[in-house]
């Protein structure tokens, strides 16, 4: 079984919670019968495991359009999984949110109508207490595009892989947590004007996406609104709100970019960015023999290089129509960063001192750990585009996305091969 460093002092608690996970989300226990196969086997080892396995179809919904850069992560996936399984696992798709809406794709895995979808647990708190208390501390990280996607993802899949809290929370839902977190780029205010100071933004409306967005907003002196993305155009071109608090992938395919050209960021400091997951049916999961549950893992790897490369060509397109808008990428004030940090304090006291998860002081500063190691790991695998700004963007993605193998490996020696069942 393969388990993460931990760098750093994080504690006897910290480092136990860390070895229990793996113990329970690696062990026996939670896989079918059957041959396994090693991470790293190829394809042909695949197809050979499960050449006696029972064909089955799992019904998938995307999130997006056949074909769109958002849905091509679950098209990705699937083409990947039925390839590698020499055809004994195929998929019947359905496309925008078709059998269930975001907020109820988990009751529909439960209840049989999908084995495969997007489970979104910021917009029902109530339900993913454990979850959503990982999403208070979604703020972390380096800011750029590249170094977001790539840190953000480490930080938040290790702290998943640190608890069992969100797993079993999932478990108790009748789903199997596959993939715990996936983003599309930072959070950022997108301003019909700029702000060259903290007294620039104090008033504005803006639209925001969680409770903890709404914390920060108010520390800036904004207004914080619900929208719903399909009114969102509309709410900034009729000035109903002056800010939409959005990834460039909401901003790009909004098409409100021109509407709210000004955006507002800071390197160091980050916004508050929930993320998705992906989850299965746990009866189906049951039904698979082993190879068939380690592939659905391991084949993980194309569903988030695909996200990946969605979020870059949205990054690359919102940038453009930014500059083409008469906008830019500007620093937030220090005095607005300042006014941040101390909300995510606040944040992250609450997770410590709550009770969504079992140990929540040691998940908080299991956090700050991640967040440091990830960067230090990051430099250390020499992966390109790091450090790139969003105005340089689009000239260094022209020519598509870096090989991401050596991060992927990173990935699945630690948080994610701790997921594969053995």
């Known amino acids: 079984m393969r388990r993460y460093r931990i760098i750093g002092a994080l504690g006897a608690a910290a480092a136990l919670l860390v070895t229990s996970a793996c113990a329970e989300q690696g062990g026996s226990g939670d896989g079918g019968g059957g041959a396994s196969v090693e991470y790293g086997a190829d394809r042909a080892e695949y197809v050979e495991a499960l050449q006696d396995m029972e064909p089955v179809e799992l019904t998938i919904q995307s999130t997006g359009p056949q074909g769109s850069a958002t849905g091509r992560r679950f098209e990705a996936y699937a083409e990947a999984v039925e ?24 009751q529909a895995l439960a209840d049989g109508r999908l084995d495969i979808g997007s ?5 029902v708190p109530a339900e993913f207490p454990a979850a959503n208390a990982l999403n208070d501390l979604s703020h972390l990280g380096r800011q750029l595009p590249v170094d977001w996607m790539l840190q953000w993802h480490g930080i938040m899949l290790d702290m998943s892989a640190a608890i069992d809290d969100v797993d079993e929370e999932y478990e108790a839902k009748d789903m199997k947590l596959l993939l715990p977190a996936f983003g599309s780029g930072a959070y950022m205010p ?3 004007e700029g702000a060259e100071s903290a007294e620039d933004v104090a008033g504005r409306g ?3 996406q969680s409770g903890v967005q709404n914390r920060e907003s108010e520390a800036l002196g904004m207004n914080p609104m619900s929208i719903s993305y399909n009114e969102m155009f509309e709410a900034l071109e009729r000035r109903v709100v002056d ?32 993320g998705g997951s992906i989850a299965m049916s746990l009866a189906r999961w049951n039904e698979l023999p082993l190879a068939a549950q380690q592939l659905m893992v391991d084949r993980l790897d ?11 060509e949205n990054t690359s397109a919102a940038v453009e129509q930014v500059l083409s808008a008469g906008g830019s990428f500007a620093p937030l004030p220090s005095s607005a960063t300042d006014a941040l940090a101390a909300v995510h304090d606040e944040v992250e006291r609450g997770v410590a001192e709550g009770g969504a998860v079992a140990d929540g002081e040691a998940l908080v500063e299991m956090a ?16 390109e585009g790091v450090g790139t700004s969003y105005e340089e963007f689009p000239q260094w993605y022209a020519d598509g996305a870096p090989d991401l193998q050596r991060y992927f490996d990173a990935l699945w020696e630690g948080a994610m091969g701790a997921r594969r069942p053995a």
Request: charged fraction near 15%; proline fraction near 5%.
């Open 368 to 383: 700050r750990e991640f967040e440091q190691e990830w960067a230090d790991r990051i430099d250390a695998l020499g992966l």
């Open 119 to 123: 489970v979104m647990p910021a917009l």
């Open 206 to 208: 803006v639209a925001t």
């Open 190 to 192: 997108y301003c019909a």
């Open 243 to 274: 800010c939409a608090l959005t990834t460039v992938t909401g901003a790009a395919l909004g098409g409100y970019i021109a509407a709210a050209p000004h955006v507002l960021f800071d390197e160091e400091t980050g916004f508050n960015a929930p």
């Open 302 to 312: 194309v569903l988030m290089q695909a996200n990946f490369e969605g979020a870059w």
């Open 83 to 106: 390839d590698w399984s020499g055809g004994k696992i195929t998929f019947n798709f359905f496309y925008s949110n078709a059998v269930a809406p975001p907020t109820e794709v988990h």
